[in-house]
Structures are given as structure tokens and as C-alpha cells.
């Protein structure tokens, strides 16, 4: 069984520092992991996604996230935070073989304080 | 920009009731899914399909049915609805099994049952 852990329930930055949201899994074999935003009463939207290759990848909106294979992590970054970043975010999960959906973390909101 | 369509963005509807969720998809996309999402929980796979007439269990079918008669049509069934399947309900398409597995969402259907 595949399983996402988003530790914080919501972070707090204030606009002009840099962000991070955390984010660990579990998966048989090798991961395909992705992040998405979701604005109040909107479907998701998809931010970025790590398959393979460069640890580090950068996304929509100035966000990245680094793939840490030994401490199955995909935090997901932003250098500098802006008040329009307040969202919903959530990490997901699938393996490279078997079930084709994803598994959803439980979400961790961010807000932005000017 | 692939567009997933869901008909309703909210229902109030009765115990007991029988209740469709529709969602159609513009990119013959070969996969569908459903996903109910709830405060703490994030989100949770329902059912989703490969390929018309096919489906597959989630996590959490009990109680729910679908049907894909056609490839851009994928729909939710509550056999008889009761309160606690009042949440938020998704919609997501994606290319075929060989594709990483990027979902492309709908805005969602809040279905409240009274």
C-alpha cells in the first residue's frame, strides 16, 4: 500500500520569507510524487511533479521541491512567499507499477500574512 | 487545456435518495477517477476507470457505484445516500498507464445530505 504524511496541518509565513510545506510517503519501488494547490471552492491544480532524474524541481508560481530518496521527502519550497500563495496544498503519490491513481496526503494549509 | 466538466457544483439531497454525479472529460483521456475530500483527511480514492465499462475499486467504495458507458463520461452513483456521504466529491482524468499519472481535475461537486 502506497501512503502520504503531511505533518503540519496549516504553516504560517509571512510574505517575503521563504516557505516550506512538508511532505514524506511510502511506496513500493521507485516513486512518481507530484503537488497540487487547491483555492477555496476550486477543483486542484497541479504545481509540479518529480519522475525521475535531477533531485530538485521547479514548478508553477516559483515553487520547487527536492526528492529525498533516503528520507522518502518531497517538501515542497518557495524562496519567497506571496500572500496570493494561501492555499491548500497537497502531496501525492503513485509507484511506477501497479495501481495508476494517486494517494493524497490530508492536505496542509498555508497562510500568508502581509 | 483539458477541461473536466462536473454537471453540479452543489446538492442538497435526502436520505435514501439515489444520487449522479456527472463528470465528463474534453481530452480522451483514457483514466477517471473519483475522490471525496474531507476536512483532515484530504482526499480519498473512490472508484476509477481504464477504459470504458472498466472499473476499479478505491479505498472507500462502500456504498457508492459508477458507471463509464462512454470514454469522456465517467459518473457516481450514491444507491441510497445518507449523511455521512455529504462532502466535497472530484472528478480527475489522465492519460494513459504509460503517462506519469498527472490528474487534471474538475472544480468539484458539494453534495450535502439532509
Known amino acids: 500500500a502506497q501512503s502520504v504524511a503531511q505533518p503540519e496541518d496549516q504553516v504560517n509565513v509571512a510574505e517575503g520569507n521563504p516557505l516550506t510545506v512538508k511532505c514524506t510517503y511510502s511506496?513500493?519501488?521507485?516513486?512518481?510524487l507530484f503537488w497540487y494547490v487547491q483555492y477555496p471552492n476550486r477543483g486542484l491544480q497541479f504545481l509540479l511533479k518529480y519522475i525521475t532524474g535531477d533531485n530538485l524541481v521547479k514548478g508553477s508560481y516559483g515553487f520547487e521541491a527536492e526528492f529525498n530518496k533516503s528520507q522518502t521527502s518531497f517538501h515542497l519550497k518557495k524562496p519567497s512567499a506571496l500572500v496570493s500563495d494561501s492555499a491548500l496544498y497537497f502531496c501525492?503519490?503513485?509507484?511506477?507499477?501497479?495501481?495508476?491513481?494517486?494517494?493524497f496526503g490530508s492536505g496542509t494549509r498555508l497562510q500568508v500574512q502581509p | 487545456d483539458v477541461k473536466v466538466t462536473q454537471s453540479s457544483r452543489y446538492l442538497v439531497k435526502r436520505t435514501g435518495e439515489k444520487v449522479f454525479l456527472e463528470c465528463v472529460q474534453d481530452m480522451d483521456h483514457e483514466n477517471m477517477f473519483w475522490y471525496r475530500q474531507d476536512p483532515g483527511l484530504g482526499l480519498r480514492l473512490i472508484y476509477f476507470?481504464?477504459?470504458?465499462?472498466?472499473?476499479e475499486k478505491g479505498d472507500i467504495p462502500e456504498g457508492y457505484s459508477v458507471s463509464r458507458e462512454k470514454k469522456e463520461r465517467f459518473s457516481l452513483i450514491l444507491e441510497s445516500a445518507s449523511t455521512n456521504q455529504t462532502s466535497m466529491y472530484l472528478c480527475?482524468?489522465?492519460?494513459?498507464?504509460?503517462?506519469?499519472?498527472?490528474?487534471?481535475f474538475g472544480e468539484g461537486s458539494r453534495l450535502t445530505v439532509l
Open positions: 480527475a482524468s489522465s492519460f494513459s498507464i504509460t503517462n506519469t499519472g498527472e490528474l487534471f
Open positions: 476507470s481504464y477504459d470504458v465499462k472498466m472499473k
Open positions: 511506496v513500493s519501488g521507485n516513486p512518481y
Open positions: 501525492a503519490v503513485r509507484a511506477y507499477t501497479g495501481r495508476r491513481a494517486l494517494t
